[in-house]
């Protein structure tokens, strides 16, 4: 009988999952699919992969399809799975990495919650903080959703609960300045 | 007592009750808190999911501020401890990474200063004992359903409680006078910004955590993190519409409950800013004393 090698369903799977083992810190092999973080994730009901079938297609070499699932981006960094874990895997930090891939590789199921924390991220370079009014008005143009959650809108402006103006920091130069280091850093380590 | 504070975006603008209630009630139970100047957002929940390094270089910047001053660091928004605490254990587990995130921040950062949740200030440094010396109006009959939500408990490293059966809250409602409610899903995730991407996951979410409050009866939440908070209270009108039910459970940051208690007047701490109003409840068990 001829030995099928379950690992490589993808040719490039080998490379990939040394690079999420390097990203994430996060090894799939140390997974044996006991099911404790799915029997415990909160979002389980909503996704269309398991958390624990998320590592079996990473052992399997599915890397597309991983890629491509709504899992990663439903997954709410709760922690619930890598603190129940017997196997101590950090499938939250692993979830960072596999959305990283999937915007890069344009595969992401739910676009609008990496375009939402880019928006985030864009404030808090420009001004230190989060602009929350800004934020949502922004998001919900981009989103192409202008009157999402409107009706929210004069019940939060009467209880004083969002500026309409942002607040700059003084020093946000510093701020700006730590988000340029970091890019060169990143781009310097391979 | 005296810390370096970080309030955390949040705190100026959805979460401004936790600002008001946190500084009423340190103020009033003699704990000095210095307000960071110039802190800057931590970076929240996601930093992480873009950069590793910027998640550890953004809560830095302003544990360098703290240390400079010498102080231990104190973190009201649950996540924003998270993250803060976080760039500590990090940067003391590899000098190869304090190194990096030194120069990321182009200063050095020495992870000296220990993060605190607010809780822990009034349980472990502080002691319930002179919390419970301060009550002039304790919060006789009231239920309170504590909840924790994810951050503050989970992951073990960075956990201020017991992961998956906390009681710092619950003990602070005790010395305070109200009755803790037990229940099950004190440390459910209420799905964070689900609600916004994804309402019909979001929702469901947060609906059975105020169920399972509603079932156990509680009078109210009692939690410590803004945006939980934005879930749990600013939601309940939208997931009664979509039940087309009527149940309403008023949600308080723990602070808040505590001031009152200390007798500070609830427009001082924020409570009449929620969107399910807790003044009707308040006025029925605590405030006609």
Redesign the interface.
Known sequence: MERINLGSHHEDAAQFREQIRLESGVDERDCYQCGKCSAGCPVAFAMDYMPREIIRMLQLGLIDEVLSSHTIWLCSDCIACYTRCPRSVQLPQLMDALRIRAREKNLAAEKNIGMFGDLLLGLIKRFGRIFEMGLIITYNLKSRQPFKDVLLGPAILKRRKMGLLPHKIRSVDAVRKMFERVKEMESDTP | MRYAYYPG??L???G?EYYLSSLAVARKLGVELWEIP????C????????????SL??PA?NLVLAEKEGLDVVVSCAACYSRLKNAVYEARKSVEVKE?IG????QEYRAQAEVYSMIEVFTNHLGLEKVAQAVVRPLEGLRVASYYG??LV???ELAMDD??NPRSLERITMAIGGAPVEWNFK???C????S???P??GF??IDRILEDALREGADCIALACPMCMMNLD?RQKDINKMKKSNSYIPVLYFTELMGLALGLAPKELGVN???VNAMPLLKKKVLQQ
């Open positions: 975006c949040s100026e603008s959805t401004i110039e802190w800057n957002c970076g929240a929940s996601f930093a992480h999911s873009s950069s590793y390094l910027l270089a953004l910047r990096k120069q990321a921040i182009g994810c951050l989970r992951p073990p992961a998956e440390v459910e995730c799905g964070a910004f689900h916004t991407f994804r019909d996951v469901q979410m600013m800013r929620h969107f």
